[in-house]
């Protein structure tokens, strides 16, 4: 009996496999022509200061649009092009494109908001990264202190002297720099002196289920805490309920990004958003 079962498990574990990996195999084919075909977007997510209900920031978050399997999420093809090193072509496209966005905004008389992007480890392996930088802040003419840059704590576990020299050039420039995820990888505390950061985004993971979850909530509460202390600003991600946001409210947590504020969304929506700059949920 035990035979059959093995080998029932071993035939749906082979169709899966081949499911999965054939999807690969076609996320991977096509993403070498995303770029050209123009098939890669970007979406913005505000965030949002707890405190005064002010939108405070936006992210941008890659898309590809497929044409036959729909919006594919960077969960599913990002680690593909850090291992085919596309993540460095797609990675200055998204630059530009987001300078190009903020600059046009300001043009348009909007107020000023800064946007975060997501750097990912293997773009720090290219030499240029500093002088690629550079050049598209100069060729789009924006204000460096309308970007931030999001790394995760990974980084920290490789490369660590070359990253740090990075990421002071990063702050001359005078860009910001953000931890992403920050509680989801495996690193000492000990870089979170060492690097020249800004913020610590704490990953939701944390705050699902804040409320009711006493290990979630220490651990949220360690976290603003320790930051605080360190002279970082706070951001929590993935709110999705009001209650969430009143118990970070009440941990002292700076901004939230989530659900609860708003998905991310194509840069017409986001626009709304400059509009009415105090969220009215203060007064609920
Ligand atoms: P991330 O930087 O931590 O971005 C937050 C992710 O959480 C986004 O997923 C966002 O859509 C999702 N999210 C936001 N609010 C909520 C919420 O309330 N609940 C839940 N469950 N999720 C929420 P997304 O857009 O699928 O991106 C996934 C990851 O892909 C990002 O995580 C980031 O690590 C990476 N990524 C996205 N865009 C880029 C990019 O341009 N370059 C690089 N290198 N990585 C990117
Ligand atoms: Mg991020
Ligand atoms: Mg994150
Ligand atoms: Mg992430």
């Known amino acids: 009996y035990r035979a059959k079962e093995q080998s029932n498990n071993y035939q749906l574990y082979t ?50 649009q497929h044409p036959e399997m729909g919006m594919v999420s960077p969960n599913e093809f990002i680690q593909i092009v850090e291992e085919n090193g596309q993540i460095v072509e797609i990675g200055e496209w998204v630059l530009r494109k987001v300078c190009e966005q903020n600059k046009a905004w300001q043009s348009a008389g909007y107020p000023p908001l800064k946007c975060a992007i997501n750097l990912s480890p293997r773009q720090f392996k290219n030499k240029n990264l500093i002088e690629t ?9 924006l204000d460096p202190s309308y970007l931030c840059f999001e790394i995760t704590e990974n ?39 060492k690097y020249p ?16 979850d006493r290990g ?31 118990f970070l409210k009440d ?8 659900y609860w504020l708003s998905r991310p969304l194509p840069p017409e929506g986001i626009e709304s958003f400059f509009g009415d700059e105090l969220i009215p949920f203060l007064d609920r």
């Not at 990421?167 to 690193?187: N, T, V």
């Open 133 to 141: 930088v550079k050049q598209i802040l100069k060729e789009t003419e």
């Open 15 to 64: 169709s899966n496999m081949n499911a999965t990996f054939y999807r690969k195999m076609k996320l991977e084919n096509g993403l070498r022509k995303a770029m050209e075909k123009d098939q890669l977007r970007i979406v913005y997510q505000p965030q949002m200061d707890i405190r005064t209900g002010q939108i405070n920031g936006i992210e941008a978050l890659l898309r590809w």
């Open 216 to 246: 979630n909530a220490s651990i949220a509460k360690a976290v603003i805490d320790m930051a605080h202390g360190l002279g970082l600003r706070v951001i929590a991600e993935g709110v999705e309920t009001e209650d969430q946001l009143a």
């Open 155 to 193: 980084i920290s576990i490789h490369q660590i002297e070359s990253v740090l020299t990075v990421l002071h050039d990063f702050k001359e420039i005078g860009l910001e720099l953000a931890i992403d995820d920050f509680g989801k990888g495996h690193s000492a505390l000990s870089y979170l002196k």
């Open 251 to 258: 941990l002292h947590c700076d901004s939230i990004q989530g």
């Open 197 to 212: 950061i800004d913020t610590l985004k704490i990953d939701k993971c944390f705050v699902q289920g804040i409320e009711m």
